[in-house]
């Protein structure tokens, strides 16, 4: 009888907020997303909600072009029919539905997923405060 193969440790690292930071300091400049988010959009007109929307929408697809490059996880189209193999990478597909035994696994793709292939966000300042992700304004 074989020795089952140890499981190598799983190693838990720390992420640092700067760049999540950055990006929400981009998203701001270009698009008021912070704005957007923190009003309170109760007493507004979906009519006027769908104007902004189109703004906050358009700078948030120019700050994703200028500083990320997105790609698909999977090429085929939504909707189609696919098989996931025995060791398919669990962290790139998420399989819901009725889960029975072992892969492989035959679905149907409902959402192509998302990666980012590269991340080329601006380089800062020592001692910049990330924290500040726009400033106040004061006009004088």
């Given amino acids: ?8 440790p799983v ?7 700067d760049a999540a930071l950055q990006v929400l300091g981009l998203l701001q400049k270009e698009a008021r997303f912070l704005d957007f988010v923190q009003e309170d959009l109760s007493g507004h007109a979906d009519a006027d909600i769908g104007a902004v929307g189109r703004v906050v929408h358009e700078g948030c697809r120019k700050v994703l072009k200028n500083h990320i490059d997105l790609v698909t996880v999977r090429t085929e189209t939504e909707g189609s029919r696919l ?3 025995k060791g398919f990478d669990a962290s790139s597909v998420r399989v819901s539905g009725n889960i029975v035994g ?10 192509r997923g998302w990666r980012a292939a590269a ?12 924290s500040i992700l726009a400033p106040a304004e004061v006009e004088l």
Avoid at 119 to 130: I, T
Wanted: aromatic share 2%.
């Fill in 119 to 130: 991340v080329n966000l601006p380089k800062m300042a020592e001692g910049h405060d990330a």
């Fill in 102 to 111: 072992e892969p492989p696994f035959t679905g149907t793709l409902i959402h």
């Fill in 1 to 8: 009888m074989k020795k089952a193969e140890p499981t190598p």
């Fill in 11 to 17: 190693i838990i690292r720390e992420a640092t907020p």
């Fill in 83 to 85: 098989t996931l193999p």
